[in-house]
């Protein structure tokens, strides 16, 4: 189901705001196409818009496992780019923000009439799932995990012989490979640490995958807005001002964002 099939002109005014009442009751973090209502509202448009256009246009046929799915846009978007089989897992880390549960995903799923499944399952657990994956989505999941490298393990193990992994999050700065660790709170809650783009490399080579290539990345907002700052205002308002509009985007925080794919290829 693509946007563009919308079957608003079948439902009644009625069905129209019951279904408005529903959407409107959810907290959501993705913009999803609902038929019959619209987009839903949510704080990561940009971030979604920037990771759909540099994904591959076609999943045709391929098994996708998405991890850390929350709403599951981005496991809609592999059903409508031909994905058959999508399994999206979740862990619903943080109570305050998933405050709806997985209330978004399934009422995206009944209207789209979609097929994605979803298993409420931490990504240290992957071993309990008996089947293999061509495509792994890893998408702005790796910074909120205390161990990130034990995750891209499992996800080795997870994927079939030729699979690729979509690695994408917060990248840190410097030439450095290395992986850094936050204070507690340091950035919010559930972000616990960050690899410069050679650490992340480091680290999927080590792990197993070849072919590994950087597809995109965003430009650094720290260092263009501490740029701004030194030149106009030295006071500290400026910069608080701007950081502070940034992040309220959803998707830029200080730090620039990276997409990596690996691939499985042991033989
Ligand atoms: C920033 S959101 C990313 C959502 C989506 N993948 C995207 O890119 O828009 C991180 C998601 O990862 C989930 N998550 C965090 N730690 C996890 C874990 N250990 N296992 C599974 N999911 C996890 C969170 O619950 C949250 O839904």
């Not at 009751?25 to 540099?54: A, E």
């Not at 391929?62 to 592999?78: K, P, T």
């Not at 590994?212 to 430009?219: F, L, M, P, Y």
């Not at 807005?225 to 959803?250: D, E, H, Q, T």
Request: proline share 4%.
């Amino acid at each position: 189901m693509t946007d563009k099939d919308t079957d608003a002109s079948s439902i009644t005014e009625n069905q129209q705001s019951d279904l408005a009442k529903r959407v409107l009751s959810i907290k959501w973090f993705h913009h999803i196409y609902i038929p019959g209502y619209g987009l839903t509202p949510g704080p990561v448009r940009n971030s979604q818009d920037w990771l759909s256009s540099n994904l591959p246009k076609s999943f045709n046929g391929l098994r996708v496992l998405d991890i850390g799915g929350w709403d599951g846009y981005y496991s809609f978007l592999a059903e409508e780019r031909g994905a058959v089989r999508i399994l999206m897992i979740d862990s619903l880390q943080n109570p305050e923000a998933h405050s709806s549960g997985t209330l978004g995903f399934e009422l995206a799923k009944e209207t789209r009439k979609s097929k994605v499944e979803f298993k409420l399952m931490d990504v240290q657990d992957l071993d309990d799932l008996s089947e293999q994956f061509d495509v792994v989505f890893f998408l702005g999941v790796y910074y909120h995990l205390i161990d990130p490298i034990g995750a891209l393990s499992k996800i080795f193990d997870k994927l079939a012989e030729n699979g690729v992994v979509y690695l994408e999050g917060i990248s840190a700065r410097g030439r450095k490979p290395s992986l850094r660790f936050f204070e507690v709170g340091e950035i919010e809650p559930t972000t616990f640490c960050a690899g410069t783009e050679r650490g992340l490399i480091r680290i999927l080579e080590n792990v197993g995958f070849s072919n590994i290539s950087v597809i995109a990345k965003t430009r650094d907002p720290g260092r263009i807005i501490s740029w701004v700052y030194s030149k106009v205002n030295r006071s500290g308002r400026f910069i608080k001002l701007v950081s502070g509009g940034a992040r309220n985007l959803g998707f830029i925080s200080d730090y620039p964002r990276i997409l990596i794919s690996a691939k499985k290829n042991s033989m």
